[in-house]
């Protein structure tokens, strides 16, 4: 049974019982039985049952006597509850409670569908062309394929800040993994709807990333996450010289000046090069992008030189799709964490904190590349 076919059975019934009240003790009005109705919804026919008085003096306001197409009643209902990640038991469950009837799998899926349309425009809107700083990570979830089986799948994020402060996402993306090949596409997709700049690029250090975004923004600085080197480093430290070797690491990534780092980077090597030689390696390899942040002031470098404002986005999705082992299709996982997104944004009313300096800095910085006046 149809969503709004439930509700407005029982909201007829709500009205029969008020009508009754009211004729009862003046003419001995009584109820006889119901009638069946066939309608027309967005979901197609379905059988309505109408209840029925004793002198036909009942004219329900919910679906009227001669009304054959039933208006969209409570599908947002549904959505709202589809976005705050309850299953399609639970929200049967819910209908079965508050209208007194149940309703399919089948039935919810198609009231979230409604959703695609609202999708497609989203994802193909058009952005601002050019955005200060930009984060961009990977997520990972697990969806059947066509054999059943349950595979990996990367949903790609791209969160960034706009001239005035504040943060969108301004695109999302689903790939079979994570790779600097669909980070391209994912790039090139932004410049294709507009966006002609990006100061600066926080990400993870996925090999090849920095590549790919140059290629696309040339001009672009590509800040690699610290936080995800220092975890990386740490995995090939071992447990009991982990917290010696962070202290010591320390020194290099909090440091007041590029220079200064490179110092303390130099003393790190001669301390724990020949122990752990790949972990310095690495801080080597890839110390152009690393260090990027130390060119900026404090108020910027607090911002850049880590991905968590995009971790932290992540981490209120999964608050919503943590009860979703394994996703039917890779629909059903964009529309879930769309869904999820939709009610995120709201809360991202305000710019970021003392926007109206880092603005400046950046202006300075920046030139004509980011102009604020």
Known sequence: MNLETVSSSKAMEGEMGSHISATKPSTGNRRNGKMHKALQTEYGPVELETPRDRDGSFSPETVKKRQTILAEGLSDKIISLYATGQSMQQISDFIEENYGSRISKETISNITDKVWDEIRSWRTRTLDEVYPIVWMDAVHYKVRNDKGSATARAVYNVIGIDRNGYKDLLGMYVSHSEGANFWLGVLADLQNRGVKDI???????????????????????????????????????????????????????????????????????????????????????????????????????????????????????????????????????????????????????????????????????????????
């Not at 590509?222 to 090939?236: A, E, F, G």
């Not at 200064?260 to 130099?266: G, H, I, R, T």
């Not at 710019?351 to 004509?368: C, H, M, R, V, Y």
């Open 199 to 373: 100061l600066i690029a926080c990400v993870d250090g996925l090999t090849g990333f920095p590549d790919a975004i140059q290629s696309v923004f040339p001009n672009t600085d590509v800040q690699l996450c610290i936080v995800h080197q220092i975890r990386n480093s740490l995995k090939y430290v071992g447990s009991k010289n982990q917290k010696e070797f962070l202290k010591d690491l320390k020194l290099v990534y909090a440091a007041s000046t590029k220079e200064k780092a490179e110092m303390e980077l130099d003393s790190l090597e001669q301390k724990w090069g020949e122990t752990y030689p790949i972990v310095l390696r690495s801080w080597r390899d890839k110390w152009d992008n690393l260090s990027r942040y130390f060119q900026y002031n404090a108020d910027i470098r607090r911002i850049v030189y880590t991905t968590n404002i995009v971790e932290g986005y992540h981490r209120q999705v999964r608050k919503v799709t943590k009860n979703k082992g394994v996703f039917p299709n890779d629909d059903a996982l964009y529309k879930l964490v769309y869904l999820a997104y939709r009610n995120i944004r709201r809360k991202w009313t305000m710019p970021i904190s003392n926007w109206g300096l880092t603005a400046q800095q950046l202006a300075i910085k920046f030139g004509d590349r980011f102009k604020i006046m």
